[in-house]
């Protein structure tokens, strides 16, 4: 099991930027997938990113490409969001997440069992 601790979340205004970080213990994180995933109220948690284990793939989703970009420090046993051009909708808790399965899976909840705790993004207009 790999234990997940968010921070970075704050309120900012639209345009602006905010970087997200999740610390991992556990001795699984490098051989972890890492994701992170959203969900605003009464909505469903929504993909956002997801990087390899190894931090050679990423992948994105749809309503973030090109603004949002997720890295990883094996060494620090760190995943981080960072994210640009950031619009009102983007608006949610953002949780970051460890899974073992392949990268066909990545873009569902289901594929991770590790979550953190979530941290909250404002975006002001």
């Known amino acids: 099991q790999v234990q997940l601790v968010e921070s970075g979340g704050g309120l900012v205004r639209a345009g602006g930027s905010l970087r997200l970080s999740c610390a991992a213990s556990?001795?699984?994180?490098?051989?972890?997938?890492m994701g992170w995933f959203r969900q605003a109220p009464a909505k469903e948690r929504e993909f956002v990113a997801a990087?390899?284990?190894?931090?050679?793939?990423?992948y994105y989703g749809d309503s973030v490409k090109g603004r949002f970009t997720i890295s990883r420090d094996n060494a620090k046993s760190t995943v981080y969001l960072h994210m640009n051009s950031l619009k009102t909708e983007d608006s949610a808790v953002y949780y970051c997440a460890a899974g073992y399965r392949g990268s066909a899976y990545y873009t569902r909840p289901s594929a991770f069992g590790s979550w953190g705790q979530g941290t909250q993004v404002t975006v002001s207009s």
């Open positions: 990087i390899s284990w190894s931090g050679s793939s990423t």
């Open positions: 556990g001795r699984t994180f490098t051989s972890a997938a």
